[in-house]
């Protein structure tokens, strides 16, 4: 699976957009970028997930560059419930594949 | 989404002990669930992968005598810490693959359990 390169932490106001930048130049054809994230002492939760076009639901939008090379997670009105730790993992959709956790971004969502 | 459970949530236990962890996917069948392993503040690092029916594929550096894996049936997947000491403390998380197919296309996706802290004295 390709790698991914997040910034290790990021702090956004209650209220305000948080945007969450992931970096996967090396992606393939046929991967997608999956975003999870994980609260203290819970485990991952799914967020949402595309293969080369923007896609939105209820919890958040992803933005895909036209290369493919990164992504954009946005949190449009972030909450103090939204403070986690936030991984962007690249893979494949075929077969039981194994997802490889990165050391995600700490995001800090700041009242 | 689907639901997959954990239990215990925690426990705490002597060192030389066994202790067993259940997975459970509560509204589905899974015949791929995974198991990972936290240490703090560092990120999830996958154990094995365990396949309903056979054994459960363990990834490198993982020892599979001391990590006994079990999946005996489509909704269960048991981890045993056999011989636990407190290296061996850590936050055990299980996912559970679902997958098929749906409105012209596939999918393929883990829903994680909340996790099972293990403290060995």
């Known amino acids: 699976d390709a790698k991914t390169t997040q910034p290790t932490s990021m702090d956004c106001a209650e209220g305000r957009a948080a945007n969450l930048p992931c970096n996967h130049s090396t992606i393939s054809g046929n991967e997608y970028v999956y975003w999870y994230r994980q609260i203290h002492s819970q485990g991952p939760q799914y967020i949402i997930h595309g293969l080369k076009n923007n896609e939105t639901n209820e919890m958040a939008s992803l933005i895909i560059t036209e290369d493919r090379k990164s992504s954009t997670l946005i949190l449009p009105h972030a909450t103090l419930r939204d403070t986690a730790v936030y991984y962007c993992?690249?893979?494949?959709?075929?077969?039981?594949?194994?997802?490889?956790f990165g050391q995600g971004t700490r995001l800090t969502i700041n009242p | 989404g689907a639901v997959v459970s954990q239990h215990p949530s925690r426990v705490i236990c002597k060192s030389g002990t066994s202790v067993k962890i259940e997975c459970r996917s509560l509204?589905?069948?899974?015949?791929?669930m995974f198991w990972y392993r936290q240490f703090p503040k560092k990120s999830l690092m996958l154990m094995a992968t365990s396949n309903e029916g056979s054994k459960a594929t363990y990834e490198q550096g993982v020892e599979k005598d001391k990590f006994l894996i079990n999946h005996a049936s489509l909704t269960l997947s048991t981890l045993t810490v056999t011989s636990a000491h407190p290296e061996d403390s850590s936050f055990y998380i299980c996912s559970a693959r679902v997958w098929g197919l749906a409105g012209g296309g596939g999918y393929n996706e883990q829903f994680f359990g909340p996790g099972t802290r293990l403290t060995v004295l």
């Open positions: 509204d589905f069948q899974a015949t791929t």
């Open positions: 993992i690249v893979r494949v959709v075929q077969g039981a594949q194994k997802l490889v």
